[in-house]
């Protein structure tokens, strides 16, 4: 499968997708670039193993030596995670990066297009790329949200990360035709916060409901992703005065230093991490880990509605 595109599967992830048991594949840009080392190798950890508990396989995609990894080892995740100079790799980038052959950490777009060259119907991150802040003169856009009406995966998230502009990022997915579902609240989370203070346009709390709306979206012809967003356990939520003073702050901080385009993400995380002495950090940690979970509940959710329908 792949089209020509060399794929790697790990072994436990080539036999669930042939005898058709849910798989739920993630990103590894947020190893490389999202959390500093050990943290990101430990959370990779707990992430994959939040999908298994709720009974679903895990497969975190990068790239390596001119092909696709969906899946990778725990010494993979290890020699990510401590690797340095691993380039982030967005959809545009995948075939450089598999030309050159080289090793490069996928983003939530390029993670999709692995998916679903893999065969995989569901994916997990917690916050995606978005619209940024000044996107009106910048046209800083993650290229997050053009996958997403592209790519037939499901995405199960906490929504898009709080450095963005949320509700140019909520009318920008409802340009494009992006069905936007939350689960377990009226409102779009904010990643590590609870709301984002965007009403969401349909709410869904039961997983075989929303596991038959991602297989009716998938029955019209239209191309594209599912986006269910569930917010932060309540317990591991940052108050959202205190960190949207913090990313305040960052902002102007990014200003000055002259960050922007690729690097501005990882650079406003960063700096956000530092101005609530890591409180954000954690709760990033957190809800990687909460939102597998229940990324990996609703993809076995589809897996028996598929298998009921067959
Ligand atoms: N979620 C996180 N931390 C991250 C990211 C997502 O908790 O670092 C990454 C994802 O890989 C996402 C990327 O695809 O940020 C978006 O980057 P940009 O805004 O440059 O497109
Ligand atoms: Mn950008």
Known sequence: MGGGIPIVYAEEVREALHERRPVVALESNVITHGLAYPHNARTAHRVEAAVRKSGSVPATICVEDGALRVGMTERDIERFASGTGIPKVSSRDLPVVLARGGRGATTVASSLVAAELAGIPFFSSAGLGGVHRGAQTTMDVSSDLIQLTRSRVAVVCAGAKMILDLKLTAEYLETHCVPVISCGSDDFPAFYCSSSGVRAPHRIDDEDLMARTVAAYWATPAPGSVVITVPPRPEDAVD???????????????????????????????????????????????????????????????????????
């Open 240 to 310: 959202a005065a205190e960190a949207e003073a913090a990313i305040a702050k960052a902002l102007q901080q990014a200003e000055r230093d002259g960050v922007t385009g690729q690097g501005l993400t990882k650079y406003l995380m960063r700096a956000v991490d530092e101005a609530t002495g890591g409180r954000t950090a954690e709760a990033n940690m957190a809800v990687l880990v909460s939102t597998a979970e229940t990324g990996g509940r609703i993809a076995a959710a589809y897996a028996r509605h598929v298998a009921a329908a067959s």
